[in-house]
């Protein structure tokens, strides 16, 4: 009963979306802003960029709605988009400026009583993450920000990935170990 | 004890999914194990970082500067189809025109051309300079004899 409450108001929202209500694009963006800008984060590792892509994703997802066919729920649809996006801004990024790394984000966040030393190692910590994770396959980064930052379950990211839940697992193991070696060669080699 | 088997587990000691044997042994390890205890302080504060990436701070104009994105876009969408349907309307013109001028040119009458001349088929599109069948047969007939 209540998912076809659910399924209803979702199907209402739709409609209004493709009919280009704004009062509609304002509550998708209320509800999704936060987890699509989690998402970009850990893609990108810059809050700048992360906030002109989740700009674009909603853009994107607003624009395309009239060709959401209900396969999957709104949700799944827009983290798919979300994802998408995602991937082809760090191909863009890779293409345009190889090792040109940002940590914008991580600057922002760091506590104002953090004293300078700790600032500059959080900030090489944060430029060491998001290397290890933009070395990783695309499948295994896409399962690995999607279970890190949007602490989502396995049955979850193989809907948003098209995949199946034993293949998440061995995604999400297979990035973990790739993402412990790559900070293990970084700190040994730049520990030295 | 072999270090790098330490090592590849390490991620997975730290977020808290290993039990039993395993868990003991690689506590055991890093007591023993100066460099691999380094390491793994070093690997749980990179991925502290990723708690502390995930908070969002409040931003009350993100759906303005979303919705003035999206208006940008669709004018620039509806500049495109203008432009589009006026060079399609220019096109149908000067396609027009030019399909006129050839159907004209190939119409037009050439009085001065002998019919049967090789290369002036273009005769026989022109009714007006045809001649009557029988016209033909007779001038035929009257050569033969």
């Known amino acids: 009963m209540n998912n ?3 399924n209803n108001k979702e199907n209402e929202l739709v409609n209004s979306l493709v009919a280009g209500r704004e009062k509609a694009y304002r509550q998708v963006i209320g509800k999704y802003r936060d987890p699509v800008l ?25 624009r395309s709605v009239g060709r959401f066919k209900g396969d999957s729920s709104l949700s799944t649809w827009i983290y798919r ?31 104002d009583d953090d004293s300078a030393d700790q600032q500059l190692i959080r ?10 994770i933009e070395s990783l396959p695309e499948n295994q980064n896409t399962a690995f920000v999607l279970s890190k930052y949007e602490d989502m379950s396995y049955a979850d990211i193989a809907d948003i990935m098209q995949t199946s839940v034993s ?26 | 004890m072999n270090c790098s088997n330490e090592h590849s587990d390490l991620i997975f000691y730290l977020e808290g999914s290993l039990s039993g044997e395993r868990k003991k042994s690689v506590e055991e ?23 502390e990436e995930k908070k969002t701070t409040t931003d009350e104009d ?13 004018a620039k969408t509806i500049g495109l189809f203008a432009y589009i349907r006026y060079a399609a309307a220019a096109a149908a013109i000067v396609l027009g025109v030019f399909t006129g001028l050839n159907i004209a040119r190939v119409t037009t009458s050439h009085p001065d051309t002998v019919p049967g001349e090789p ?21 035929k007939y009257s050569d033969d004899e």
Do not use: W
Request: negative net charge; contains cysteine.
């Open chain 2, 62 to 74: 993100f759906a303005d500067r979303v919705m003035a994105g999206m208006h940008q876009a669709q």
């Open chain 1, 4 to 6: 076809y409450k659910d």
């Open chain 1, 38 to 62: 989690r998402l970009c984060k850990g893609f990108t590792g810059s809050a700048d960029d992360a906030e002109d892509l989740a700009q674009d994703i909603f853009i994107e997802v607003f």
């Open chain 2, 29 to 51: 390890h890093l007591r023993a194990c100066e460099e691999c205890s380094a390491f793994a302080a070093i690997l749980k504060s990179t991925l502290d970082i990723i708690e």
């Open chain 1, 123 to 132: 900030k090489d910590h944060a430029r060491a993450l998001h290397q290890a």
């Open chain 1, 167 to 192: 293949s998440v697992e061995s995604l999400l193991f297979r990035a973990k170990k790739n993402l412990q070696k790559f900070l293990y060669d970084y700190y040994r080699k730049n520990m030295k």
């Open chain 1, 81 to 111: 988009i979300a994802v998408n996006k995602s991937l082809n801004f760090i191909r863009d990024k890779n293409n345009k400026a190889h090792g040109n790394y940002t940590v914008e984000g991580y600057i922002e966040n760091s506590k």
């Open chain 2, 119 to 139: 290369g002036d088929e273009v005769y026989y599109l022109n009714d007006m300079y045809q001649e009557p069948i029988e016209s033909f047969f007779l001038l």
